[in-house]
């Protein structure tokens, strides 16, 4: 792979750097934080209203409220705050309602911005942020630039590894994952018995391993063991934001679901809290892999 194809194994910021984060739902933004500040670069939080739920553990660092309806006053927060790469880390759960945005001299620049991004699926909203921060001198930098231990590591990460079975699933699911990116669906699978059973939404992963673990009791899946979750990035995905990513809560669902292993891209995926979810997935029987871009579903 290329540097533009995988994930970088880690960014060296010139002297003087600040790092902003704008905060979303989940651990990933705990994660950057906490490994921003141990390389030296204290960050500073911008806390999306209403899709943080680790606000006490970000909360410790400098820190702002945001609401999605004041993305307006974005760009001058950052430059009152002297931001010069900035992290999108977190899910964001609902697009800003535009009828809603608060007006302002600075929102007048940025609504072709938003407009164009609303108008796009997931990754092209966030290709169209990312260039429009850089247009206006602010580097956008990937979650795994400022924390590349959490990028998973190619092979098996777990006590358990695939079956030969399972790379059937791994296969199919895999195909299947990488033809809904290209759409910009969803970054997901699931493969039973070498078929693809269901696919990510908008829903997300864990309304995806739901779907799974009601479908077992249907009569085409009704008595199939084992199975697998397949995450992998979108064909052409705009690396610094939204990788796809597992953590502790997806093994536990995964393992709900009857399912025997998740599979990952390997060098474009991340592994959030990775000693409790290799832990938990070990403790519960389950597999986890890194799969490499020349991985041969086959022979494994």
Request: charged share 20%; net charge positive.
């Amino acid at each position: 792979m290329t540097k533009t194809e995988t994930a970088s194994a880690g960014l060296d910021l010139p002297p003087g750097s600040r790092v902003g984060i704008i905060a979303g739902g989940g651990s990933l933004p705990v994660e950057v934080a906490a490994g921003s500040a141990e390389r030296g670069y204290p960050p500073f939080v911008i806390l999306m209203e209403g899709e943080v739920d680790r606000m006490a553990e970000l909360s410790r660092y400098e820190h702002e409220s945001l609401a999605l309806e004041a993305i307006g006053s974005l760009i001058p927060l950052l430059r009152r705050h002297r931001i010069t790469h900035l992290v999108l880390a977190g899910e964001i759960k609902r697009r800003p309602r535009l009828l809603a945005l608060r007006p302002s001299l600075s929102l007048l620049a940025v609504i072709p911005l938003v407009v164009m991004a609303l108008a796009r699926g997931d990754d092209g909203l966030l290709k169209v942020l990312a260039r429009g921060l850089e247009a206006r001198g602010i580097k956008v930098v990937g979650a795994h630039e400022i924390v590349p231990n959490l990028v998973a590591a190619e092979g098996v990460l777990t006590k358990a590894a695939p079956r030969k079975s399972d790379w059937l699933d791994i296969e199919a699911g895999l195909a299947a994952a990488k033809a809904i990116g290209a759409l910009d669906i969803g970054q997901a699978a699931i493969a039973v018995g070498g078929r693809t059973i269901a696919l990510e939404g908008i829903e997300g992963t864990a309304g995806l391993l739901d779907r799974a673990k009601l479908l077992r009791g249907h009569g085409r899946i009704a008595g199939k063991t084992r199975g697998v979750l397949i995450k992998c990035a979108k064909p052409g995905q705009e690396l610094r934001a939204d990788l796809p990513s597992i953590g502790p809560q997806t093994v536990e669902a995964v393992h709900a679901a009857g399912l025997a292993g998740i599979a990952v891209e390997a060098g474009r995926s991340l592994v959030l809290e990775g000693p409790e979810t290799i832990a938990r997935a070990n403790a519960l029987g389950l597999f986890v892999i890194g799969l490499s871009a020349a991985t041969d579903p086959h022979h494994g």
